[in-house]
Each structure stands twice: as C-alpha cells, then as structure tokens.
C-alpha cells in the first residue's frame, strides 16, 4: 500500500487536489475506485473511526489492498479523523501507510506533544500523517463542534505547528465545516494564502461537501491539494437506496437493490474529481 506523500506533492506541483472520500463499505469503496480508475484519477479512501469500529480494520485493509492491486492508480487508505494512538498503531501494523491524527481539539501543547509522538510511530512504517490545526465546525462521527466555537488556524502558529511537529500534511481551518452548510460557507482565502506562503507542506481541505465548486477550485488555486468529501456521497445513496426500496417493497436481493444508489454516488464521485481537477494525471 502507498502513502499519500507522492499522490499529494504531484498534486502540488501541478495544481490540483487529490479527492479524499469517506466511505463505509465494500459497495461504496467500489463506486469510489472504479470511476477513479476510469477517470485515471488518483484516490485517497478515508475512513473515521466509526467506519472501522462498522466494518472491521482488517476488512477494510483488505478491500483496499484489492482494489489498489486491480487499478493501475494510486489508491490510498487513510484514516480519517483518528484520535486513539492504540487504534493508528492496530492499523499500522496491518500496513495503512496514511494517518491523520487529531488532536485539534486539545490544547496547542497537547496538540504537538501527541501529534509527534504519531509522526514518529507512522515514520517507522513508512506512513505519512496529517494533523489539523484550528477547528472545523459541524460533525464529524460523534463528535460535535458548535460552529460558533471554530477556530481558524493562525499562519505563524502553523508554522511553529509544522516544524515542530515534522508532520507531512496539515488540515486547516478556514471557514468549512463537517456536513451541510445552512448558508453558503464563505472560505477565509486571505488565510489560506498567508498560510501556504508560510508552510511549504500539502495544505488540506476538510468538509468541502457543500461548499461551491468554484470556491474549492479558489481554495486549490491557493494551495489546498487534498480535498474531503463525506456527507455529500452518503446523501445520494441513501436517498436513492430508500426511494428503490419503498419503489419495489418485495425487493430482497442486495445485489439488485443497491444498484440505483451506487450509480447515483458515482456521478457525484465524477463530479468531484472533476471539480478537483485530478482527472488524467495517472
Ligand atoms: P463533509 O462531510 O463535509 O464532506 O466532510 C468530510 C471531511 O472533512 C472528512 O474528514
């Protein structure tokens, strides 16, 4: 398996994001990896501690290990969202070489104390860590920032954050939140630019479902090169695996039923590659 140095600092130096989408299962890693390949885009399938406590860490390695196997694009796993030393190290040993640690909601000591000791476990077995400084608003798993309470990430202290810390990514906090958006998010792109004139490393948009195309491409324009999708694939299938099933009640084959909402997040996964700009570069 890769880790997402390479994928990340490619899509650095020509201007683009690699797509980071959370998915759950055999059904949607599937969807996410065939349009990717089709669109020889690369991938990064990410998921929170709640889809490994779901569907098994094992299982999940496994079905990413096939798929990286079977396409000749990069695909990454990477966990999302991970705060458990105990749980990044269970999947380091089973070879997931991309992390992100989030200690963001912790104090900016507690931040780089237990983001360092991450970056030198993941180091040893070859994986790459992202952490996040500032903080989103809205949900992510179970966990709930009141979006009056975000924090956006400060430039200088990014900085300070980065080197001490000797992290490969970093998450920053400009405006997006976890999940949808009651209004149209306005992205702080001033910081952005200060931020990524400070700090050389691959810059990382978190909750970008919602958040208008042309603002995510501003934002890679800016210096974002990987961009995380979420809520915006759980909707179509959901709706669409409801509508089938209340469409056809006697319906009872999950081969069958589950066809319409695969398609419908695909499109949306297309969608996405393309506002990312990632498509064609493998
Ligand atoms: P959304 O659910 O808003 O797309 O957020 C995804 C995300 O940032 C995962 O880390």
């Given at each position: 398996?890769?880790?997402?140095?390479?994928?990340l600092?490619?899509?650095?130096?020509?201007?683009?994001?690699?797509p980071?989408?959370n998915?759950?299962?055999?059904?949607t890693?599937q969807?996410?990896v065939?349009?990717a390949n089709?669109?020889?885009?690369?991938?990064?399938?990410?998921?929170?501690?709640g889809?490994?406590?779901?569907?098994?860490?094992?299982y999940?390695?496994?079905?990413v290990?096939?798929?990286?196997k079977k396409y000749n694009?990069?695909i990454v796993l990477?966990?999302?969202?991970?705060?458990?030393?105990?749980?990044?190290?269970e999947?380091l040993e089973?070879g997931?070489?991309?992390?992100?640690?989030?200690?963001?909601?912790r104090?900016y000591d507690d931040?780089?104390?237990?983001?360092?000791?991450?970056?030198e476990?993941a180091?040893k077995?070859g994986?790459?860590?992202?952490?996040?400084?500032g903080?989103?608003?809205?949900?992510?798993?179970?966990?709930?920032v009141?979006?009056?309470?975000?924090?956006y990430t400060?430039?200088?202290q990014?900085?300070?954050?980065?080197k001490?810390?000797?992290?490969?990514s970093?998450?920053v906090a400009i405006?997006?939140?976890?999940?949808?958006y009651k209004?149209e998010p306005?992205l702080?792109?001033?910081?952005?630019?200060?931020i990524r004139?400070?700090?050389d490393i691959?810059?990382?948009?978190?909750?970008?479902?919602?958040?208008?195309e042309e603002?995510?491409?501003?934002?890679i324009?800016?210096?974002?090169?990987k961009?995380?999708?979420?809520?915006?694939?759980?909707?179509?299938?959901s709706?669409n695996l409801?509508?089938?099933?209340?469409?056809?009640?006697?319906a009872?084959d999950?081969?069958?039923y589950?066809?319409?909402?695969?398609?419908?997040m695909s499109e949306?996964?297309?969608s996405?590659?393309l506002?990312c700009?990632?498509?064609?570069?493998?």
């Open positions: 398996m890769n880790n997402s140095k390479e994928i600092l490619k899509a650095q130096k020509e201007g683009y994001a690699v980071a989408f998915c759950h299962n055999l059904e890693i969807v996410i065939e349009m089709e669109m020889r885009s690369p991938v990064i399938i990410a998921g929170t501690p889809t490994f406590d779901y569907a098994g860490r094992d999940i390695q496994a079905i290990e096939v798929a990286s694009i990069p990477h966990l999302d969202h991970h705060t458990d030393i105990d749980s990044i190290e999947s089973l997931t070489k991309s992390v992100m640690i989030d200690a963001s909601h104090s931040n780089v104390k237990i983001v360092k000791e991450v970056v476990m180091h077995h994986a790459t860590v992202e952490a996040e400084l903080m989103l608003g809205g949900q992510e798993d179970d966990l709930i009141d979006e009056k309470d975000s924090k400060n430039p200088a990014a900085v300070d954050f980065v001490k810390t000797g992290i490969d970093l998450a405006g997006t939140a976890h999940g949808l209004e306005k702080d792109f001033e910081r952005l630019a200060e004139k400070v700090v691959p810059l990382v948009l978190h909750g970008a479902s919602g958040v208008p603002q995510v491409r501003k934002a324009s800016l210096g974002i090169t961009v995380n999708i979420a809520t915006e694939l759980k909707i179509p299938f709706d409801r509508k089938y099933l209340v469409e056809h009640p006697e009872n999950p081969r069958k589950m066809s319409d909402a695969k398609k419908a949306v996964v297309k996405k590659i506002m700009m990632s498509e064609n570069r493998y």
